[in-house]
Each structure stands twice: as structure tokens, then as C-alpha cells.
């Protein structure tokens, strides 16, 4: 019996999401618990707080939640709308961190977050393929409604979180990025 051919659009998107949530999980145990050289949730607190996102202990929760936890759904491609739009939501709040630097990561620019927002979103729209819990599950957790509503809450939350940024650093912008914000956690 032959071997049925390989869909390389589904290889391509089981590639894309574990290569991406393999990423996003290590960025967010970053913050989270300090693993690969992180500052922990206490340091990526202090970071917070200094970059204008308060609550910071709440902030760096949030944010190393959403990396972590939406790296690993977006790897199994489950629930990949919401894990997707999740992950996009938080790159939002670390482009506003790194936009001043301007587009390259070269000069602590918002180029790497931005991708990371971009590629989430991509995942989201496009779906996370054959070879994905979604697909084994008969894509319950992958339905249209199932992305709209989660671009709308997520992007409702960046949105709020950037309000109340903007409130807390109340000068401008230019005063939002950290000296070596490069270094510091998305």
C-alpha cells in the first residue's frame, strides 16, 4: 500500500508553531521562574514597574503567563486562536517598550517582538493544521468565533495595559525605555 503524500503546508505549520512556542515558553519562564538566565518573576517585576506597567507583579504574571502558556498551547496547536491571540496581546505591550529605540533588536528596537506578535497572529488566522491537538480534537477550540473573541479581549486588554502605561509614565514615551532595554524581558 503507498504511503499517502506528505502535506507540506501542514509539516510547515507543526514546524512553525513548535519552533515559535518553543520560543515563547523559554521567554516566558524567563519571567516567570528565572530558568535560562531569566530574572524571575521578582526581577521581571521591578523591570515592569520601571518600564510604567503596574501593577508589576501583576504585569510580569500576566506577560509570563501569556508567553509560557501560549508558547506551549501554540506548540500542540491547541485552542491556537486564543494562545495566539494571547501571545499577540503581549507583544503588543513590548513593542510599546522598545518603539522609541526604533524598528531593528540591532539598537533595542521592536523588531523581535513585533515578529513574535506577527507570527502568533499568523498561526491564529491561518490555524495550526492537521498535525495539532485542535486537528484531534475536531478543532473545537478552533473556530472563527474562537479567534474573533480572543482578538477582541486581547486586544481590549493591550489596550487598557497601554492606557495605564502611558498614565503611569506621564512624560512621553522617550522616558519608557530602560537604559540596555534589550536585556530586559519582553
Not at 85 to 93: E, I, L, N, S
Not at 103 to 126: D, H, K
Request: hydrophobic content about 45%.
Amino acid at each position: 500500500m503507498p504511503m499517502p503524500p506528505i502535506d507540506r503546508g501542514d509539516l510547515g505549520l507543526l514546524v512553525l508553531r513548535a519552533g515559535t512556542g518553543g520560543v515563547l515558553f523559554a521567554h516566558g519562564t524567563q519571567k516567570l521562574f528565572g530558568w535560562f538566565g531569566g530574572h524571575g518573576l521578582e526581577g521581571t517585576r521591578e523591570a515592569m514597574e520601571y518600564m510604567g506597567f503596574t501593577p508589576g507583579r501583576t504585569s510580569a504574571l500576566a506577560a509570563g503567563l501569556a508567553e509560557a502558556g501560549g508558547g506551549v498551547l501554540l506548540a500542540l496547536g491547541l485552542a491556537t486562536p486564543a494562545a495566539g491571540a494571547a501571545v499577540a496581546g503581549t507583544m503588543t505591550g513590548a513593542v510599546s517598550v522598545h518603539a522609541p529605540a526604533g524598528f531593528f533588536v540591532t539598537e533595542g528596537g521592536y523588531e523581535y517582538p513585533a515578529f513574535l506578535g506577527f507570527v502568533a497572529t499568523c498561526l491564529s488566522v491561518t490555524g495550526p493544521g492537521r498535525h495539532s491537538l485542535d486537528h484531534a480534537l475536531g478543532h473545537r477550540l478552533n473556530r472563527p468565533w474562537v479567534m474573533a473573541a480572543a482578538f477582541a479581549a486581547s486586544t481590549a486588554a493591550a489596550a487598557v495595559v497601554l492606557r495605564r502605561r502611558a498614565g503611569a509614565l506621564g512624560s512621553g514615551p522617550e522616558q519608557a525605555t530602560p537604559p540596555g532595554a534589550g536585556a530586559l524581558p519582553d
